[in-house]
């Protein structure tokens, strides 16, 4: 066994490593609580469990339980009398302020950690190996639950969490060390001692560093490209089940009849109307033109009805700017006004029954988007816009409303928007988010897809940031890395051929669709054609110009949808950033505008004030990893620019008042 004064020295050691783990853990809390402070009293609405600021507080009082063993193990019994007293009272005020703000989870896991401190304390004998056991295996799932910023928040508690584990390990078989090689004889046991405590060391680091290794790529991407078509595959199902009429049971793709003059879902429906299971039921479908197409003043449009049930005896076809239009079920007018037209179909068949049946389209002046073949399906009709990449003005370039190859997003958005069961979240959540009203929901839908849901657009391309030198990457990473194309693993083939041309910038960077290595990874706007079909990923000033340009072709106007940015915010621990974009959307039925940021795939758009958090990829422990951005650090209010633009050109910022959170 070991002499009496060794296993004094050796409890020592250990106390050591257990004062230390307590601070490395106090710290964390602390360092956590800088950029977490505001989430105090917001639990389960940014996290899972309990805000971001409860947990740094947590940190702490599990840091001072580590600290409560080494001073048991030490021991002393003056350090420990005055830790159970202030430990205590720190509890006490935590656990009170914690209550008063509604933090019941974490009030929860306070008394959990009450409750095994006092059941150790009553073994005092083996207080101390307890007590950093549990502290060193209950601080990963914690921190983990705490340090939702990111994604391995468990890796912080590598250091405090290696160091509890080994001193209670070690406490736990304190009494068998002196069976191990070279501490049996006398005559070599000093050097056994010096041996293993070197080897002890080693180890430690060792797992340490083990912990701390983050594995993964910089962002999330897809594997290969992805071909830029006309439209996607749900699109063409749609396209096909739209054939049936769903005689026997209303289809999904067939609800536009559900649909008020206005947009909205209708609230009237008669009694005769409810069972669909009817087979003499009247239904009526239009099957062109389709929801919120656009065409030129001047040409032919086709409009066409199929209905269900039985022989109806008329049509009436009637647009909100000209009336009656026609009334067969099928024909042409190239006579519509130029504006936007709420198309009403009504069907009376033999017994005199109605149904009913919408859908908007846009009549725009000829020269709108009319350098481009094939003229896009979906556009603006009040953009100057007249072609796209590379020939237009630059902010027809930036913001692409004229391009084809975007169409296929606008028409997943009809599709979700009219009934068309989508995969994914961001359909059903935009239309129950909606209330019916079918612009809304393809403006949900669009926000959704690029934002948390990422079916367009995927993480962030921090190696934009490293190719200019932005701080993102040259703060958070390394300052090596600026004019480089870091980071670009974890993405799609297209973004692995990117050059880096640091003294580019924008869309004067993208010059090929084909060769990608023509191309520089710089930052500012590059066409949207390119980042959204092409890169399927980019920086915050792309994803907020990919937002703009789908909804001003899905149907909002150029009052209703802005890019817009922060002047710079402060990121603790990093320094000052030199500015965010976002946008800035009029969601119809409501006054003010909502700040909408994808960023990365963050929040996207919380209707009840500002997002709660945007995604980009930073540097953690020396590796990429994905980091949140809270709302509180952006100054999405009080930072905001005074200028916003879109395709249409660069106009005021709304006040403050007319952004909804920000008043």
Same mark, same amino acid.
């Given at each position: 066994?070991?002499?009496?004064?060794?296993?004094?020295?050796?409890?020592?050691?250990?106390?050591?490593?257990?004062?230390?783990?307590?601070?490395?853990?106090?710290?964390?809390?602390?360092?956590?609580?800088?950029?977490?402070?505001?989430?105090?009293?917001?639990?389960?609405?940014?996290?899972?469990?309990?805000?971001?600021?409860?947990?740094?507080?947590?940190?702490?009082?599990?840091?001072?339980?580590?600290?409560?063993?080494? =001073? +048991?193990?030490?021991?002393?019994?003056?350090?420990?009398?005055?830790?159970?007293?202030?430990?205590?009272?720190?509890?006490?005020?935590?656990?009170?302020?914690?209550?008063?703000?509604?933090?019941?989870?974490?009030?929860?896991?306070?008394?959990?950690?009450?409750?095994?401190?006092?059941?150790?304390?009553?073994?005092?004998?083996?207080?101390?190996?307890?007590?950093?056991?549990?502290?060193?295996?209950?601080?990963?799932?914690?921190?983990?639950?705490?340090?939702?910023?990111?994604?391995?928040?468990?890796?912080?508690?590598?250091?405090? !969490?290696?160091?509890?584990?080994?001193?209670?390990?070690?406490?736990?078989?304190?009494?068998?060390?002196?069976?191990?090689?070279?501490?049996?004889?006398?005559?070599?046991?000093?050097?056994?001692?010096?041996?293993?405590?070197?080897?002890? +060391? =080693?180890?430690?680091?060792?797992?340490? &560093?083990?912990?701390?290794?983050?594995?993964?790529?910089?962002?999330?991407?897809?594997?290969?490209?992805?071909?830029?078509?006309?439209?996607?595959?749900?699109?063409?199902?749609?396209?096909?089940?739209?054939?049936?009429?769903?005689?026997?049971?209303?289809?999904?793709?067939?609800?536009?009849?559900?649909?008020?003059?206005?947009?909205?879902?209708?609230?009237?429906?008669?009694?005769?109307?409810?069972?669909?299971?009817?087979?003499?039921?009247?239904?009526?479908?239009?099957?062109?033109?389709?929801?919120?197409?656009?065409?030129?003043?001047?040409?032919?449009?086709?409009?066409?009805?199929?209905?269900?049930?039985?022989?109806?005896? &008329?049509?009436?076809?009637?647009?909100?700017?000209?009336?009656?239009?026609?009334?067969?079920?099928?024909?042409?007018?190239?006579?519509?006004?130029?504006?936007?037209?709420?198309?009403?179909?009504?069907?009376?068949?033999?017994?005199?029954?109605?149904?009913?049946?919408?859908?908007?389209?846009?009549?725009?002046?000829?020269?709108?988007?009319?350098?481009?073949?094939?003229?896009?399906?979906?556009?603006?009709?009040?953009?100057?816009?007249?072609?796209?990449?590379?020939?237009?003005?630059?902010?027809?370039?930036?913001?692409?409303?004229?391009?084809?190859?975007?169409?296929?997003?606008?028409?997943?958005?009809?599709?979700?928007?009219?009934?068309?069961?989508?995969?994914?979240?961001?359909?059903?959540?935009?239309?129950?988010?909606?209330?019916?009203?079918?612009?809304?929901?393809?403006? +949900?839908?669009?926000?959704?897809?690029?934002?948390?849901?990422?079916?367009?657009?995927?993480?962030?391309?921090?190696?934009?940031?490293?190719?200019?030198?932005?701080?993102?990457?040259?703060?958070?990473?390394?300052?090596?890395?600026?004019?480089?194309?870091?980071?670009?693993?974890?993405?799609?083939?297209?973004?692995?051929?990117?050059?880096?041309?640091?003294?580019?910038?924008?869309?004067?960077?993208?010059?090929?669709?084909?060769?990608? &290595?023509?191309?520089?990874?710089?930052? !500012?706007?590059?066409?949207?054609?390119?980042?959204?079909?092409?890169?399927?990923?980019?920086?915050?000033?792309?994803?907020?110009?990919?937002?703009?340009?789908?909804?001003?072709?899905?149907?909002?106007?150029?009052?209703?949808?802005?890019?817009?940015?922060?002047?710079?915010?402060?990121?603790?621990?990093?320094?000052?950033?030199?500015?965010?974009?976002?946008?800035?959307?009029?969601?119809?039925?409501?006054?003010?505008?909502?700040?909408?940021?994808?960023?990365?795939?963050?929040? !996207?758009?919380?209707?009840?004030?500002?997002?709660?958090?945007?995604?980009?990829?930073?540097?953690?422990?020396?590796?990429?990893?994905?980091?949140?951005?809270?709302?509180?650090?952006?100054?999405?209010?009080?930072?905001? &620019?005074?200028?916003?633009?879109?395709?249409?050109?660069?106009?005021?910022?709304?006040?403050?008042?007319?952004?909804?959170?920000?008043?």
């Amino acid at each position: 066994m070991l002499t009496a004064g060794e296993n004094i020295r050796t409890r020592k050691i250990l106390a050591l490593l257990g004062f230390i783990g307590g601070i490395v853990a106090i710290a964390i809390g602390c360092i956590f609580l800088l950029f977490a402070l505001p989430s105090l009293g917001r639990p389960g609405e940014l996290d899972y469990f309990f805000s971001q600021g409860a947990g740094g507080f947590l940190i702490i009082l599990l840091g001072l339980v580590g600290i409560l063993a080494a =001073a +048991l193990a030490w021991p002393s019994r003056r350090a420990e009398r005055a830790l159970l007293f202030l430990g205590g009272l720190f509890f006490l005020i935590i656990f009170v302020a914690l209550a008063a703000l509604g933090e019941w989870v974490a009030c929860v896991v306070i008394l959990v950690i009450v409750a095994v401190t006092g059941a150790a304390m009553c073994r005092r004998k083996d207080a101390a190996r307890n007590l950093l056991l549990f502290a060193g295996l209950f601080g990963f799932p914690l921190t983990q639950a705490a340090i939702t910023l990111l994604p391995y928040g468990w890796k912080t508690w590598s250091v405090s !969490g290696v160091l509890f584990l080994f001193g209670g390990l070690a406490l736990s078989f304190l009494g068998n060390f002196s069976r191990l090689p070279l501490l049996s004889g006398g005559r070599n046991r000093k050097w056994g001692l010096l041996l293993y405590a070197l080897l002890s +060391l =080693a180890l430690i680091v060792l797992t340490i &560093s083990a912990l701390a290794y983050l594995p993964g790529q910089a962002g999330p991407g897809t594997a290969g490209t992805v071909a830029t078509s006309g439209q996607s595959a749900n699109s063409t199902a749609g396209q096909a089940e739209l054939k049936d009429c769903g005689c026997n049971g209303r289809s999904l793709q067939n609800q536009q009849d559900l649909f008020s003059q206005n947009g909205s879902w209708k609230d009237d429906m008669q009694d005769s109307k409810q069972d669909d299971t009817q087979d003499d039921k009247l239904r009526a479908i239009i099957l062109s033109p389709g929801d919120v197409r656009t065409f030129p003043h001047g040409e032919p449009v086709l409009f066409s009805a199929q209905f269900c049930g039985q022989e109806p005896l &008329s049509y009436l076809w009637r647009s909100s700017l000209d009336g009656i239009i026609g009334r067969g079920q099928s024909f042409q007018t190239e006579n519509l006004s130029i504006g936007w037209h709420n198309i009403t179909l009504t069907v009376t068949n033999a017994s005199g029954s109605l149904e009913l049946a919408y859908a908007e389209i846009g009549v725009a002046e000829p020269w709108v988007c009319g350098q481009v073949n094939p003229r896009p399906k979906y556009y603006p009709l009040d953009t100057p816009c007249r072609d796209i990449w590379p020939a237009a003005p630059e902010q027809c370039q930036q913001m692409e409303v004229c391009h084809p190859d975007l169409d296929w997003i606008v028409a997943e958005a009809v599709d979700c928007c009219d009934g068309t069961p989508l995969p994914g979240t961001a359909c059903s959540d935009a239309c129950n988010s909606s209330g019916g009203d079918r612009k809304k929901c393809r403006g +949900l839908y669009i926000i959704n897809s690029f934002g948390p849901q990422a079916q367009y657009m995927k993480g962030y391309a921090l190696f934009k940031a490293c190719c200019s030198g932005y701080p993102e990457c040259t703060r958070m990473c390394s300052p090596g890395l600026a004019g480089t194309c870091s980071f670009k693993d974890g993405f799609n083939e297209n973004v692995a051929n990117l050059s880096c041309r640091p003294g580019e910038w924008g869309v004067s960077a993208w010059r090929s669709d084909t060769n990608m &290595s023509e191309n520089s990874a710089v930052m !500012g706007m590059f066409p949207t054609h390119a980042t959204v079909n092409t890169l399927q990923t980019g920086v915050c000033i792309d994803y907020a110009a990919a937002v703009t340009t789908m909804l001003r072709k899905s149907g909002y106007s150029k009052n209703e949808v802005f890019s817009t940015s922060s002047k710079g915010y402060d990121l603790p621990l990093v320094g000052d950033h030199p500015g965010h974009a976002y946008n800035l959307v009029l969601v119809p039925g409501e006054t003010e505008y909502h700040v909408v940021d994808t960023t990365g795939n963050g929040d !996207g758009i919380n209707l009840g004030g500002v997002p709660g958090y945007f995604r980009f990829t930073g540097c953690f422990l020396g590796m990429p990893s994905q980091i949140r951005v809270m709302d509180w650090w952006v100054g999405y209010c009080n930072m905001i &620019s005074p200028k916003s633009y879109n395709d249409a050109g660069y106009f005021q910022t709304p006040k403050q008042e007319e952004i909804c959170g920000c008043s």
